[in-house]
């Protein structure tokens, strides 16, 4: 089992950064990749930052440019890095940690239970 906990997030005007952090515990070395999701008020969540097993990393063109996800395997911990901050970045972020398989499924997924980041205009 895995548990994560997310934190850094806050108020911030547009155009400010945040640095949201991950920190993972418990059986850590069975995860190989991670995430972060953004929900909006009254919207679905919704993907910001992928790092696959392989390290590559993916971005939504929406933040593309803007957002960074980075981890620290040896702490156990996951980052996001967010600049160029706009209002519609507002809502809660959520981590997301899972193992991929030799065959590309996921065998286990775990989610924090999120940090509000408020853009203000």
């Known amino acids: 089992q895995v548990h994560l906990v997310e934190s850094g997030g806050g108020l911030v005007q547009a155009g400010g950064s945040l640095e949201l952090s991950c920190t993972a515990s418990g059986s850590i070395s069975s995860i190989n990749a991670g995430a972060w999701y953004h929900q909006a008020p009254g919207k679905k969540r919704e993907l910001v930052a992928i790092m696959r097993s392989s390290g590559n990393t993916e971005y939504p063109d929406s933040v593309k440019g803007r957002f960074t996800i980075s981890r620290d395997n040896a702490k156990g911990m996951m980052y996001l890095q967010m600049k160029s901050l706009k209002p519609e970045d507002t809502g809660v972020y959520y981590c997301?940690?899972?193992?991929?398989?030799?065959?590309?499924?996921?065998?286990?997924?775990?989610w924090g239970t999120g940090t509000q980041v408020t853009v203000s205009s």
């Open positions: 997301n940690a899972f193992r991929v398989g030799d065959d590309g499924l996921v065998k286990a997924d775990y």
